[in-house]
């Protein structure tokens, strides 16, 4: 019988073929290590549930990886993720008892809509050749399942095994604030770094670079680590993206907990230079001097109650859609000022999910100029076909006075906050002064 070295134990989560449990005939048992020991387990989770769903598809398995210290004293500690669009990463605690690992209750988020809260979680560890990578085990709980406002729940009875992990991490980018709209960056965006899995928190900062036209991006890499493990870094740019000019993330030889190679994302695109939003402000000329990302953003004559404040179109914004332009601030500048309203179906308006309006100068964090849930009072009553509430329009103002000399990105976006009878929301913008 083989002892499998001391420095890691790996388990996989992944069911055995039907009617096979895995089992092994000679065992042994764990022993207690020092606290710099791991043990990292991607465990797979059956799921049968003790009553259907009444609004949603429930999954019947999910994978999660388990990555774990174990203490002089038996006691483990460490992470536990689920992957997805947002890879979750929770802090979790148990006890090692000869072969098994028991957890203690906890509740756990599992992408993109669910969490899991476990009552009783125990893994039993089984001998492999090299590392112990193999394990079965059971679970039961709770499990929640979220759309918009309504909260699905049922308890759970769970199959736990494992096998060995092959896979490496594979990393995305997106823009920093993520919208369901957005696969194209503006030169204001910082960036989310995602990973699949954890990675180990100190190389990843130390290795990844954000790359254009294969030139270093400056910028401050940062995260917020559990336990030495991050799944998601934020990077924030000293200088806007360059136009039209893919960003690309290099990994720098960056590995996964297991020590297999991460896999890069694809580069993501840019939007094209449209020129200065000064040769088109009041959007006379459609959207010349203007990148709209979304497919809910057109000039158009008046909306709804609201009619241009300039010439004969506006800017009408509808979810999920975003406009950018920008312009160099004059040396002589004082003020921005803009015309604009802003619709939504209900009074009750998320904060930074109905419609936004930032400026930005690279390098500086942005300033918010509207948020739509802030201006919930001061809106009117609007019979407006979907929309029963209206802001403006009104003239909103911005000092340029500390920017003079530099380039700035006026940034609005209308977004959905996803929740039943609150989805339709529309911003008009329009006449756009530098003053």
């Not at 030495?228 to 000019?245: N, Q, Y």
């Not at 158009?300 to 404040?309: D, I, M, R, S, T």
């Not at 308006?349 to 109905?354: L, R």
């Not at 929301?425 to 913008?429: G, N, Q, R, T, W």
């Given at each position: 019988m083989k002892t499998p070295p001391l420095h890691m134990f790996v388990i996989v989560g992944a069911l055995c073929a039907a009617g096979c449990m895995c089992g092994i005939e000679d065992t042994q048992t764990l022993q207690p290590h020092q606290p710099a020991d791991a043990i990292l387990t991607q465990v797979t989770l059956e799921l049968t549930f003790q009553k259907a769903s009444t609004f949603f598809q429930r999954p019947t398995k999910v994978t999660g990886l388990l990555a774990l210290s174990i203490d002089a004293e038996s006691r483990v500690s460490g992470v536990l993720s689920f992957p997805g669009e947002s890879t979750s990463l929770a802090q979790v605690h148990g006890r090692l008892e000869g072969q098994r690992v028991t957890l203690d209750a906890q509740e756990v988020r599992v992408p993109p809509d669910s969490s899991f809260g476990w009552t009783r979680?125990?893994?039993e560890f089984v001998e492999?050749?090299?590392?112990?990578?193999?394990?079965?085990g059971s679970a039961e709980g709770s499990w929640q399942q979220f759309g918009g406002d309504v909260v699905d729940s049922s308890a759970v009875t769970v199959k736990l095994s494992g096998v060995a992990d092959v896979g490496p991490a594979t990393a995305s980018v997106e823009p920093l604030q993520r919208s369901a709209y957005r696969f194209t960056l503006w030169p204001t965006d910082a960036l989310r770094i995602r990973f699949n899995e954890p990675v180990d928190h100190a190389k990843a900062m130390a290795?990844?670079?954000?790359?254009?036209?294969?030139?270093?991006?400056?910028?401050a890499l940062t995260s917020t680590p559990v336990l030495?493990?991050?799944?998601?870094?934020?990077?924030?740019?000293?200088?806007?993206?360059?136009?039209?000019?893919p960003?690309?993330?290099d990994l720098g030889g960056l590995t996964d907990l297991r020590g297999n190679a991460a896999n890069a994302p694809a580069a993501v695109p840019v939007v094209a230079d449209p020129g200065s939003l000064l040769n088109n402000p009041s959007f006379e000329k459609g959207l010349e001097g203007w990148s709209v990302l979304g497919s809910e953003g057109k000039p158009?004559?008046?909306?709804?109650?609201?009619?241009?404040?300039d010439g004969s179109q506006q800017l009408v914004l509808r979810q999920d859609t975003g406009v950018a332009g920008y312009f160099d601030v004059p040396m002589t500048a004082t003020t921005l000022s803009f015309s604009l309203a802003f619709f939504a179906e209900s009074q009750f308006?998320?904060?930074?999910?109905?419609g936004t309006v930032r400026l930005f100068s690279p390098g500086e964090p942005p300033q918010l100029l509207f948020d739509g849930a802030a201006h919930v009072e001061d809106s009117v009553d609007c019979n407006c076909s979907e929309f029963s509430r209206r802001f403006g329009p009104q003239r909103l103002t911005a000092d340029l006075v500390p920017l003079r000399g530099r380039r700035v990105f006026l940034v609005a976006e209308a977004r959905s906050a996803q929740l039943i009878g609150n989805n339709s929301?529309?911003?008009?913008?329009d006449d756009v002064k530098v003053q």
């Open positions: 979680f125990e893994l492999s050749e090299t590392l112990w990578e193999v394990a079965h290795k990844i670079r954000v790359l254009s036209n294969n030139q270093v991006v400056p910028g030495g493990r991050v799944t998601s870094l934020e990077f924030h740019p000293s200088i806007g993206l360059p136009f039209a000019a960003v690309r993330l158009a004559g008046a909306f709804k109650e609201v009619l241009p404040a308006v998320s904060a930074a999910y109905s929301y529309a911003l008009v913008l």
